[in-house]
Each structure stands twice: as structure tokens, then as C-alpha cells.
Nanobody, 120 residues
Framework: QVQLVESGGGLVQPGGSLRLSCAASGSIFGINAMGWYRQAPGQQRELVAAIISGGRINYADSVKGRFTISRDNAKNTVYLQMNSLKPEDTAVYYC??????????????WGQGTQVTVSS
């Protein structure tokens, strides 16, 4: 069994910062990629940022220059530093990981989601 546990969401004023964390635990042979998605009410879930084994990073255009994704391989943890937050960043943020559970088997996993609300 593999679990993704997120933390760090909350309420912040426009222009503020938050840091999200997501730790993977369980029967992990390796991790190919970890990232963050978000879903606002009435909207589809969208990619925010992802970091792939080897270090390649992708960001949504809407967060470039404001958000930074990083990963601690030793801890199987991915972070999302969110600066200069805007009301339109308000959403439930979900951690996603592409995890090798055996030498040849890979599965995708989702965290439970953490609410980020940007409001004055």
C-alpha cells in the first residue's frame, strides 16, 4: 500500500505565501514523478507543477515565476512553495505521484487534497 499525505494548506491574504508538502509512504520501489494539481469549484482539475525523475520541471503558465516545486528524494516528499498568491489560486490542491511498486509495475496515486484559499 502507498499513501500520499499532504499538509500546508490554509487561508492567506492576496500577495501572501504558503508551502505545501506531500510525503509518500508505503511499499515504494521508486518514484518516477511527483507533482501538484488543483481543482477550483466548477472547474476541471489542472496541473500546477510537476517534477520528473532526472529533474525536469513543468509549470502551468498561470503560476510561472510565483510557484516553485521541489523534491526531497530521501524523504519521498515533494513541496510546492507558493508566493504572490492571488484569489484565482483558490482551489483544492492535490498531490500526485507516479510510483514504481515493483521493478516492473508503476501506478499513479493521489493525495486527499488540501484547501488553499486566497482572500482578504
Amino acid at each position: 500500500q502507498v499513501q500520499l499525505v499532504e499538509s500546508g494548506g490554509g487561508l492567506v491574504q492576496p500577495g501572501g505565501s504558503l508551502r505545501l508538502s506531500c510525503a509518500a509512504s508505503g511499499s515504494i520501489f521508486g518514484i518516477n514523478a511527483m507533482g501538484w494539481y488543483r481543482q477550483a469549484p466548477g472547474q476541471q482539475r489542472e496541473l500546477v507543477a510537476a517534477i520528473i525523475s532526472g529533474g525536469r520541471i513543468n509549470y502551468a503558465d498561470s503560476v510561472k515565476g510565483r510557484f516553485t516545486i521541489s523534491r526531497d528524494n530521501a524523504k519521498n516528499t515533494v513541496y510546492l512553495q507558493m508566493n504572490s498568491l492571488k484569489p484565482e489560486d483558490t482551489a483544492v490542491y492535490y498531490c500526485n505521484a507516479d510510483i514504481r511498486i515493483t521493478t516492473f509495475m508503476t501506478r499513479g496515486y493521489w493525495g486527499q487534497g488540501t484547501q488553499v484559499t486566497v482572500s482578504s
